[in-house]
């Protein structure tokens, strides 16, 4: 079975959905023992990483979270809050599992933020992302980014700005887009992550 955390921060149906698809077993909870017991766990989210992160702490998953020894995938402000810190609010310290920084950010050039619609993948490093066609295009819809660190395992560039699209560290996975609106590709990196 797998679960989706549900924590107030997101349309949670459009990836259960996507997975019942792929025909995969999932229920939305924020049950820990259901949490625990899932053979993988999906960290969805949209919105604002502060308040994702008092959501989280109001339900005690933000000691949960960290400690999971099964795969979980972090998508969107899902895999933010699975960072060490965000911007997004003043003094945000988030669940630490990847070692980067998310920032905001910088119009420049005429892009706009959020930096929203499709953009390419590239540097990947296997994982979730085995068996892609080069720089294959996915769904953005965000106007904070993580910063590049050690557990990067793809990036997108906006602008001037490079930023960490998948992370990776030990059985922890994060994507900041969203795989259940990127077509074909969103759909193949939710089913190589169902075969974990």
Known sequence: MIAIIDYDMGNLRSLENALS??????????????????????????????????????????????????????????????????EEAPGCQCLG??????????????????????????????????GLPPQPYVYYLHSYYASLCPDTAATTNYGDCTFSAVLRYENFYGVQFHPEKSGQTGERILSAFLML
């Open 97 to 130: 599992v990847f070692d980067s920084r998310v920032r905001r950010f910088s119009p420049a050039g005429g892009l706009k933020v959020p930096h929203m619609g499709w953009n390419q993948l590239e540097n990947m490093e296997g994982g979730l992302l085995k």
């Open 21 to 86: 698809r792929l025909g995969a077993d999932c229920k939305v909870t924020a049950d820990s023992q259901i949490i625990t017991a899932a053979e993988r766990v999906l960290l969805p989210g949209v919105g604002n990483a502060g308040v994702a992160m008092e959501k989280l702490r109001e339900r005690g998953l933000d000691t949960l979270i960290p400690g999971l020894r099964q795969p979980v995938l972090g998508i969107c402000v899902g895999m933010q809050v699975l960072c060490r810190e965000s």
